[in-house]
């Protein structure tokens, strides 16, 4: 038990999670505490009725699998008491960036200020009242606000970085078990605990033993079906789309990307900023629908394998999908407006950059019988892997109810083009 211990937090996820006196003054700054205002999937409560959890118990179930890893023999040989400790802080600090409705609000900072939930994240510790709280404690806001995005640079320390963000970092950890507890759509179980205890150290990174690699397949499997089914579930995608459109149009009267200071943003949270939506004219009718979930209605979707230039273009470039877009309502007979053209890639979308999995994007090791450690290739080791790691891409057209029929048969007629070979069905 450490020496500064205060108490426990009942988390119905991981159990007890005991914190100390410097943890309990940060948990209970205002920076931390709005987490509780912020849901940790906005929109998926469409679907999902339980899916009301909130990005405070996410942070706090971080900051104790962090310090899982650093209890781990393998892990905590490497590191000081100091950086064990300054790993938990980062972890529980990780997404105070987030705005409200969470990733749903990375839309409007990439589009209008060209910046991520993790650029605020590093901000709001180095300028908020979390600076001093830091520095309090004994550690510097500036070092803990890096190590909280993965980007500190200790030399041949890169696995401290790692273990908050990475292909497997104790983030995805989490909110792969979390989220499919709250939304009840459990996809396979995850053992944590084992794919944790399986942690080591090689050449400075964070790499998995290959003992654990049936643990490591069903965390992968799990992404990939909690991805489908909870985070790119249509009818969740559809409020998402909704509040991003609300957020984008009430922008220029609310002033919500002219933030000027922490102050200021994290003043926005998903209460306040949902009040300002239904009462600013430009937004308001959104929020209405919303309320009487009058969703706007999936009228073509499309799985692709991304091997075809067209394909490609639809998924990487804005200005393409617009043309596709003016395209089928032109063809419809539809204000262009009436259309959105949906995929995987934009910043809207949770975790969408962190679906794309290339083979040596999680190391993994094989212990010989002389103690060396072998690197060895995941898709060469693992059948299912291999399969697994090209990224599911699903295209899809949304317009509202009155219009679904003449846009279904405008995408078919103009996403029909496509070549076959781009296609799969799952």
Not at 43 to 68: I, Q
Not at 257 to 267: G, Q, V
Not at 300 to 326: C, G, H, L, M, P
Request: glycine fraction near 6%; proline fraction near 4%; hydrophobic fraction near 40%.
């Amino acid at each position: 038990m450490p020496k500064s211990y205060w108490g426990e937090i009942k988390d119905p996820v991981h159990g007890y999670v005991y914190i100390t006196e410097q943890e309990k003054t940060i948990i209970d700054s205002y920076p931390v505490q709005r987490l509780r205002r912020l849901r940790q999937l906005a929109g998926a409560e469409y679907v999902y009725p339980g899916a009301n959890h909130t990005r405070f118990e996410h942070s706090v179930g971080v900051m104790y699998l962090a310090g899982k890893v650093t209890e781990n023999p393998n892990i905590s040989k490497a590191i000081s008491h100091g950086e064990a400790e300054a790993v938990r802080i980062a972890g529980l600090l990780h997404d105070v960036g987030h705005g409200p409705f969470s990733h749903v609000f990375e839309h409007l900072l990439t589009k209008k200020l060209n910046k991520t939930h993790e650029d605020i994240t590093a901000w709001i510790i180095k300028h908020s009242e979390l600076k001093d709280i830091i520095g309090k404690a004994g550690y510097k806001a500036e070092e803990i606000s890096e190590l909280a995005v993965g980007s500190l640079s200790i030399g041949g320390k890169a696995f401290l970085n790692q273990i908050i963000r990475s292909s497997i970092d104790v983030d995805k950890l989490d909110f792969v078990v979390r989220d499919t507890y709250h939304t009840g759509a459990e996809y396979g179980f995850v053992d944590v605990f084992r794919l944790i205890h399986s942690f080591d150290v090689l050449d400075g990174n964070l790499a998995v033993d290959m003992g654990a690699l049936s643990t490591l397949e069903s965390f992968i499997i799990a992404r990939i079906e909690s991805f489908k089914s909870i985070y790119f579930h249509r009818v969740g995608r559809s409020a998402q789309i909704m509040l991003a459109k609300a957020l984008e149009k009430a922008d220029e009267e609310l002033g919500l990307s002219s933030f000027k200071n922490p102050e200021d943003y994290l003043a926005m949270d998903d209460y306040t900023v949902w009040t300002m939506l239904k009462n600013c004219r430009k937004s308001s009718p959104i929020i209405k629908n919303l309320e009487r979930r009058r969703m706007l209605k999936c009228a073509y979707e499309q799985t692709f394998y991304v091997k075809d230039k067209t394909v490609s273009n639809i998924f990487s470039a804005e200005e393409f999908r617009n043309q596709i877009r003016d395209r089928i309502a032109k063809d419809a007979k539809v204000e262009p407006e009436a259309i959105i053209i949906d995929v995987p890639t934009v910043p809207s979308v949770p975790y969408h950059h962190s679906m794309f999995m290339e083979p040596m994007e999680i190391p993994v090791f094989n212990k010989t019988r002389d103690g060396k450690k072998e690197v060895k290739r995941l898709s060469e080791i693992s059948g299912i892997f291999d399969v697994l790691k090209g990224f599911i891409n699903i295209l899809r057209v949304y317009t509202d109810e009155k219009n679904r029929g003449k846009v279904a048969e405008a995408a078919l007629k103009i996403l029909g083009e496509i070549p076959s070979s781009a296609k799969i069905s799952y």
